[in-house]
Nanobody, 120 residues
Framework: QVQLVESGGGLVEAGGSLRLSCGPSGSIFGFITRMAWYRQAPEKQRDRELVAEITRSGITTYASSVKGRFTISRAENTVYLQMNSLKVEDTAVYYC?????????????WGQGTQVTVSS
């Protein structure tokens, strides 16, 4: 198992910035390939939206709603999400996600989530 620990959420005014961080709480057996951030808005309890992802080689992908405002980056097994020009609609619980490769198999792991609230 991989326990992912997130930090950096909070309350910010529209137009402001926040930086989320996520990494494993202990040592990793195998190695982490893809890392990503998802979010789940309060009115969409069934839908978890992919915000951004980054591969081990650094290739990034963004949701169209955050492109140009958010930046995902990675240092070894820690992933960051720099969020600028925040909008009220960015309010959500943000979840870290990581895929781990060990013995030829990939398992996916989730963090507990961190709340981001953007006020108008």
């Amino acid at each position: 198992q991989v326990q992912l620990v997130e930090s950096g959420g909070g309350l910010v005014e529209a137009g402001g910035s926040l930086r989320l961080s996520c990494g494993p709480s202990g040592s990793i057996f195998g190695f982490i390939t893809r890392m990503a951030w998802y979010r789940q808005a309060p009115e969409k309890q069934r839908d978890r939206e992919l915000v951004a992802e980054i591969t081990r080689s650094g290739i990034t992908t963004y949701a169209s709603s955050v492109k140009g405002r958010f930046t995902i980056s990675r240092a070894e097994n820690t992933v960051y999400l720099q969020m600028n020009s925040l909008k009220v609609e960015d309010t959500a619980v943000y979840y870290c996600n990581a895929d781990r490769l060990v013995a030829g198999e990939i398992g996916t792991f989730w963090g507990q989530g961190t709340q981001v609230t953007v006020s108008s």
